[in-house]
């Protein structure tokens, strides 16, 4: 089964950038789909953009903010975070996914999550 390994979190100050990345143990080609969800304390997780072999959607709150994109001979999924806010706070993970009816689904592949800070 494919492991995903999320890194690129930290700390940072509001108005500045962060690069996610998950790496895959194996292909990603195979998924129709990758996504990023978050997870803010107290909060559920709450999925914040997907990419498909032609496609990309964001949640309202990140749209002009966040890029999704992925690289699949590096097996590497992608977030660019930019004009981060003090909401944007939460644990990042990584998710393999495919698009059915109704939208992006999880196929339950995880990595582990990586911690974003955003401080006002």
């Known amino acids: 089964q494919v492991q995903l390994v999320e890194s690129g979190g930290g700390w940072v100050q509001a108005g500045g950038s962060l690069r996610l990345s998950c790496a895959a143990s194996?292909?990603?080609?195979?998924?129709?789909?990758m996504g990023w969800y978050r997870q803010a304390p107290g909060k559920q997780r709450e999925l914040v953009a997907t990419?498909?072999?032609?496609?990309?959607v964001y949640v309202n709150s990140v749209k002009g903010r966040f890029t999704i994109s992925r690289d699949n001979a590096k097996n590497t999924v992608y977030l660019q975070m930019n004009s981060l806010k003090p909401e944007d706070t939460a644990v990042y993970y990584c998710n393999a996914g495919t698009i059915a009816v109704g939208g992006y689904r999880s196929l339950e592949v995880w990595g582990q999550g990586t911690l974003v800070t955003v401080s006002s």
């Open positions: 990419i498909t072999r032609g496609n990309t």
């Open positions: 194996g292909s990603i080609f195979s998924f129709n789909a």
